[in-house]
């Protein structure tokens, strides 16, 4: 590929961009969903979908809905209006995910014309016989800036093998139900989710990069509390691409890259005679990324995203305003130590590589499950590339979906990102409405049941049908869960806190500890004060005895003695 071609075709910065290192190939991985077919019975089973890379994928749920497949306007390339057409589902019905064919239009397109129509998710049939491919946003068109910042419902393209099975099925008159799944989209294996971004400062390359500063200032303080709560690591991410030897000293490459043409990056205004240069980006990056290591040396990663948008908001190109001594005065106003960010940067006129630069190239291949990255901007999430929407509530789910069940933060239970399963029924798991106390723990994913550790106290049990206190302490919770009464005064518990469990009447009572512990009435039953000389009166959960005349009840003996034997037994 020639320079020229190689530099216009990175200088789309959004589609897709090349990652020229070394002589290896790009391996892409197509982040995929479940699909599973519920009905009919023929063709029951599990297939393989690619996430669009536009709407909201529900990571970490999933879908159920019926698929139409329209007659007419098969390709949802104009609006379904023209043709009296509407998925909106019914009351009571499943909902409606539309089955459309690859052609003649943007993906994009398709998706937001079946979307207006009223559908929940869109199946787009591939046309030809091939490994499943990421459906992507349209390039550079204005038309399409709009409608793509609006797009919600998901969507998949399947194989075309499996459409012709779907189409056959519509034709013999079966109802097609389906199960779109998310849930294990992202890996989830503990209580800490890795992600980084594949970013870039360059303001001036059009929607993408827009969608994409809108997104870093929308999603500032989501990231700052994960990060300051110790839930997550984030790393931000810069593609640079490399001039080939031959061109280094041509004006393509000295305008657009650093080091000798060993890190590159496309003329913002595509315009090599005017405005600022490829190597002003590339510059740009490499100081946010310093920015990022020495704000992460002094243990305050977070200032990264402080910098990014006030430099945004400070600097932008369109005022030139996107400069060192534009940038100088944001790192200052963070506190942040400016000389130390110089060391990191190093010296973009010296034949030599970069480190912090060639570590990002490096780091622009493919390791494991997750691909190269080659679509601008890219957030990785547990080593798995998202697609969807790049906004706020859409990556949140994403990050969220990555935690371990039941150990994901609070903003991750929130309820505009998740429904709380815990609120309806009590989640059909075990709970004490006296004591206010439940088994139910909400998770991103749904519920668990999960007796509860209370001040200490772990309650055990299958947590769906019975927790009880166990252990150490348990009777401080809810007198765990034994018998307990008071009167005048006194207080009574059947709970023994010897760490067996279990409930047993006090001494002058009778029961099962649980429900119910009797007053014994020692004197009837002659348990105790039955001497000659007592008198016995009876009291809740004891007795009282006294001797006639001058004698004294020893309740030790249960006897009666004198006043001179109490001074003989006391000596």
């Known amino acids: 590929m020639e320079l020229r071609r190689l530099h216009y075709f990175l200088g789309l910065q959004g589609l897709v961009l090349l990652s020229v290192i070394g002589n290896c190939y790009a391996r892409f991985v197509v982040e995929k969903n479940s ?90 049939a591939d046309d030809i016989e091939e490994p499943l491919i990421t459906m992507d946003t349209p390039q550079e068109d204005i038309s399409s800036a709009k409608y793509i910042e609006n797009i919600t419902i998901p969507s998949a393209l399947i194989e075309k093998t499996f459409a012709d099975t779907l189409k056959k099925a519509f034709s013999g008159g079966e109802m097609v139900n389906v199960n779109l799944d998310w849930r294990e989209a992202v890996p989830h294996p503990d209580d800490r989710v890795e992600y980084e971004l594949w970013t870039n400062s360059n303001d001036e390359c059009g929607i993408k990069c827009d969608m994409l500063m809108e997104f870093v200032k929308d999603f500032k303080g989501a990231a700052q509390i994960l990060k300051k709560g110790g839930y997550t690591q984030f790393t931000p991410h810069y593609i640079t691409w490399y001039c080939p030897k031959a061109f280094t000293l041509s004006r393509q490459c000295k305008s657009q890259c650093i080091n000798h043409g060993r890190y590159c990056a496309p003329d913002p205004e595509q315009d090599f005679s005017s405005g600022y240069d490829g190597k002003d980006v590339v510059i740009e990056n490499l100081r946010q990324l310093c920015v990022f290591r020495v704000a992460n040396e002094t243990s305050k990663p977070w200032l990264w995203w402080d910098y990014v948008t006030d430099f945004q908001i400070r600097c932008p190109m369109k005022e030139k305003k996107y400069n060192k001594e534009c940038a100088d005065g944001v790192i200052k106003s963070l506190g942040l130590d400016g000389k130390k960010i110089e060391k990191c940067m190093g010296d973009p006129n010296a034949d030599a590589d970069n480190p912090v630069l060639k570590e990002e190239q490096d780091a622009q291949v493919g390791k494991g499950s997750r691909g190269d990255v080659t679509i601008l901007p890219t957030l990785v999430v547990n080593n798995r590339q998202y697609r969807g929407k790049l906004a706020k509530g859409a990556v949140l789910k994403a990050i969220c979906s990555g935690f371990e069940e039941t150990t994901e933060p609070a903003v991750c239970l929130n309820g505009d990102v998740e429904t709380n399963e815990c609120l309806d029924n009590n989640g059909g798991c075990w709970q004490d409405k006296v004591a206010n106390l439940t088994a139910c723990k909400d998770t991103f994913r749904g519920r668990v049941c999960e007796c509860p550790l209370v001040d200490g106290v772990q309650f055990k049990g299958d947590g769906y049908s019975h927790c009880e206190a166990s252990g150490p302490g348990r009777c401080k919770v809810n007198n765990g869960g034994c018998w307990h009464d008071s009167r005048d005064g006194h207080a009574y518990s059947a ?16 029961g099962d500890g649980v429900k119910s512990c009797e007053d014994i009435d020692e004197c009837k039953e002659k348990k105790a004060c039955h001497c000659p000389e007592c008198n016995c009166k009876n009291t809740w959960g004891s007795y009282e005895c006294t001797c006639s005349g001058d004698l004294l009840y020893i309740r030790d003996h249960d006897a009666c003695i004198s006043e001179l034997a109490d001074l003989l037994f006391a000596t």
């Open 495 to 510: 709970c023994l806190d010897n760490g067996d469990g279990k409930c047993q009447c006090p001494s002058g009572f009778k």
């Open 35 to 124: 699909l599973r077919v519920t009905s009919p019975e023929k063709i029951k089973g599990t297939y393989d979908s690619a996430i669009g890379n536009f709407g909201i994928p529900q990571y970490g749920g999933s879908m159920a809905g019926a698929v139409v497949y329209p007659k007419e306007n098969q390709k949802a390339c104009k609006s379904f209006n023209d043709f009296g057409i509407s998925f909106k589902s019914k009351p009571g019905a499943l909902p409606i995910f539309v089955l459309v064919d690859r052609g003649d239009c943007f993906f994009a397109s398709k998706v937001w014309n079946v979307q207006k129509a009223g559908a929940s998710a869109v199946l787009v």
